[in-house]
């Protein structure tokens, strides 16, 4: 959690471009009192937003970025700063509440302790409930004397369009193949383990780095094969269900919904393309029982499911699960 990171950080190598677009806006007096990050998780918003927050509260930058030495910057280590806010669930994967809220709304309101700018990170936004929501739209609407809305979102359609309209909105893609490799294997130290974990992660490569520390990852191939089983009518549903029980939901859907691009591609015909070469075999086993808009039809109720996972109406895992196994082993 981005209330738990208690150093100074940077922009990651891949955005630069939208680090100097906010310098730029900053320059010109024409910052947006609210922003709106959006793109899939794993790609460094909320990195991004934190390292902005504390280069507008750091008394002096260098080379455009907090200093790390001074008085401000000290309480941002600390967790103190008096003018920055962060929000996020008390719990991963549970709701950002009212209250939470309600205490930004009194937050924006008052002048900075240190006359310069206050600032807020909600991350993710997604996960605010109903009355959340719209408990934050009176900040949205009459935001506080310099004060800067930073929201992170991985899901922005789990986002209220009266926020999301009250927002600028700065796009953050998967980096390319090359920055993320370069990047990750300076902290992996094994490119070809960087590899792997940039495959598992769909290409996003801060969960890539999580990964690493996830000891299911040696699962993968029983997962895979259980799919392919299920598929085939070779497994029964309820009974593999029970077994991926025991695994983070979010990030199996996020496995599942990578798997599936792979598998169209191999359906289109288009192997040499396969992010997940390593499990080219099962693709192509699955490619021989399912048609293309089985492919295109299922990854976009992954994409609903994978939505429900992160948001903040708590599914239960076992019963989501065996919906989506149930639904994998009929029309081929």
Not at 83 to 112: C, H, M, N, T, Y
Not at 198 to 218: D, F, H, I, T, Y
Not at 271 to 298: G, W, Y
Request: include cysteine; aromatic fraction near 8%.
């Amino acid at each position: 959690m981005l209330s738990d990171i208690l150093h100074t950080v940077v922009p990651l190598p891949w955005q630069s471009e939208y680090w100097q677009q906010l310098h730029e806006r900053l320059t010109t007096g024409v910052l947006p009192h609210a922003i709106l990050l959006r793109g899939v998780q794993g790609t460094g918003k909320g990195q991004f937003a934190l390292a902005f927050g504390q280069f507008l509260l750091c008394m002096s930058p260098v080379g455009g970025v907090a200093c790390g030495k001074c008085k401000g910057c000290l309480l941002m280590q600390g967790g103190s700063h008096p003018d920055l806010k962060i929000v996020e669930p008390e719990d991963d994967g549970k709701a950002i509440k009212i209250d939470q809220i309600r205490s930004v709304v009194e937050f924006g309101s008052k002048s900075a302790q240190f006359g310069g700018y206050r600032v807020v990170i909600i991350a993710p936004t997604e996960n605010m409930n109903v009355n959340a929501s719209n408990a934050l739209l009176k900040s949205l609407e009459e935001p506080g004397p310099k004060t800067i809305m930073l929201l992170v979102s991985h899901q922005v359609s789990g986002v209220l369009a009266t926020i999301k309209s009250r927002c600028q909105s700065l796009d953050f893609p998967l980096p390319s193949r090359e920055q993320s490799v370069s990047w990750l294997s300076s902290v992996v130290t094994d490119p070809e383990r960087a590899q792997l974990l940039l495959n598992v992660a769909g290409g996003a490569p801060l969960r890539a780095l999580e990964m690493e520390q996830k000891e299911w990852l040696s699962d993968r191939q029983s997962i895979i094969r259980a799919w392919v089983g299920v598929l085939k009518k070779q497994n029964d549903p309820i009974v593999v269900a029970e077994q991926w029980a025991k695994y983070p939901l979010p990030e199996l859907l996020m496995w599942l919904q990578a798997w599936q691009v792979d598998l169209g591609k191999v359906v289109s015909g288009a192997e040499f393309a396969v992010l997940n070469q390593d499990l080219l075999p099962q693709f192509k086993e699955m490619a021989m029982v399912c048609s293309h808009n089985k492919v295109f039809d299922f990854y976009q109720y992954l994409l609903e499911l994978g939505s429900m996972a992160s948001s903040s109406t708590n599914p239960n895992p076992q019963l989501l699960l065996e919906q989506l196994l149930i639904r994998w082993s009929e029309n081929r």
